[in-house]
């Protein structure tokens, strides 16, 4: 059996096969070689591709060209052969080589390279819910994950102040990601927020929000954990309200006049609403506190609030 004929310059793009060509596909067609020659059949075909061109060297761009894997048997010399690529990413250039074996296997040389362009877009999901709470001090950003599965890599956030000609990209956040705090604002300033998905090719719809920062540290209502009874006995319920999200903890500590520790309280991220917190006059040793005057501190996101307790006998 003599070498095989090269699959040469009928290897086409998919121009001449739009009908079956889509976004993420390319239809490719030649003419199928002989066995010997122009005549019989060839054994198997191999088909590769890449985004780079092969710059003049075919037989390195091929060792490190991905295969398409099977491919259909040969037809009969001079035969119109189609093979249809599928998987590819949308609005990419593919580079395409062929080459055809026997049974032996003696393998062809290298056929032209088919250049074609996928065409088409893919369409990035929009994260949902995107919500925000601001202090003097920051603004945390909340959302919901958008599904996994999808072509999505994570998120892009931007900011863009009132006035600004431009919006700022503040970061970049991984595609589990659902919050983020902007420590960065400048109280009194009003912010729009964007936050976009994004992949390989490019960002997908951006949900967006209009956010005021309150013009100074008194906007923001200090934690103050209030007792009762006041003066406490045997026990105590300290009640104190958060006003907005964030992902900083709030700490309840009781402390006596010189400053000495005597119990923590709490030490948790609390949602926003009313909590109740009880003390049943225990130190953090386990011993019952004496009689006196204490001062209860609250380190919450939005800053210090201090009150006090009276315990009798």
Known sequence: MGVLRTVGAALLG?????????????????????????AGR????????????????????????????????????GSRESFIVTGLAPGKTYYFVIRASDEIPNVSGYSNVAVKQTSGSVTLATPANFGASATS????????????????????LYRQASGDPAQTL???????????????????????????????????????INVRVPKNA?????????????PAK??????????ATSSEPTKVTVFDLTGHRICQLLDEVL?????AVPWSLHSDEGCKVAPGIYNVIVDGPSGRGVSRLAIVP
């Open 137 to 156: 001090r920051a603004v945390l950003l909340t959302w919901d994950a958008v599904p996994a599965g999808g072509p999505e890599l994570g998120y892009r």
């Open 170 to 208: 503040l970061t970049t956040l991984a595609f589990s990601a659902t919050s983020w705090q902007d420590s960065t604002v400048t109280a009194g300033t009003r912010y729009d927020f964007r936050l976009a998905t994004y992949n390989d090719s490019g960002e997908g719809t951006p949900a967006t």
């Open 271 to 275: 949602a926003p609403g009313e909590h």
């Open 218 to 230: 008194s906007a923001d209502k200090k934690p103050v954990a209030h007792g009762y009874p006041n």
């Open 14 to 38: 998919a121009a001449l096969a739009p009908s079956i060509a889509g976004a993420d596909s390319v239809a490719l067609v030649w003419t199928a070689p002989g066995d010997d020659g122009n």
């Open 234 to 243: 045997t026990q105590v319920t300290f009640r104190l309200s958060v006003s």
């Open 42 to 77: 060839a054994s198997s075909y191999e088909l590769r591709y890449s985004e780079n061109p092969t710059a003049g060297d075919t037989v390195s761009w091929w060792s490190s060209a991905a295969s398409i894997g099977t491919m259909q048997a040969p037809l009969n010399a």
